[in-house]
């Protein structure tokens, strides 16, 4: 997806890009201002050493297209192929939109 319009749909192509190991649309999908220290190989090795069993959404708030933040809590299940086991990542990310373009921003505490 170039250009998704809400929080939510930016979230589901992540997801996918991790699912394909995607990592620059990861990395160009990211705020650049908390984008500094994030070790890409290793997310991308992450991603590549994941068989991905499927994303559920928890919740949304806010995020639609005539909003500038949004939050999207999901629960995204993949197997570890080193380790063998089925892991649940469970994540309140926070998006920002500038201009026209929707942003990862960081987590949130989960509540």
């Not at 192509?13 to 705020?31: L, M, S, V, W």
């Not at 993949?78 to 994540?91: C, K, N």
């Amino acid at each position: 997806m170039s250009n998704p319009k809400t929080a939510l749909e930016l979230m589901k192509a992540r997801y996918e890009a991790y699912t394909k190991g995607n990592i620059e649309f990861i990395k160009n999908t990211h705020d650049p201002k908390t984008a500094k220290g994030i070790d890409w190989k290793e997310a991308e090795e992450w991603s590549k050493n994941s068989k991905w069993l499927g994303l559920e959404i928890v919740e949304t708030i806010a995020g639609t297209q005539f909003d500038k933040e949004g939050i999207v809590e999901f629960k995204a299940r993949y197997v570890d192929l080193i380790s063998g086991e089925e892991v649940v990542h469970h994540e309140r990310s926070y998006f920002v939109k500038k201009g026209r373009h929707w942003y990862y921003k960081g987590w949130l505490p989960i509540k």
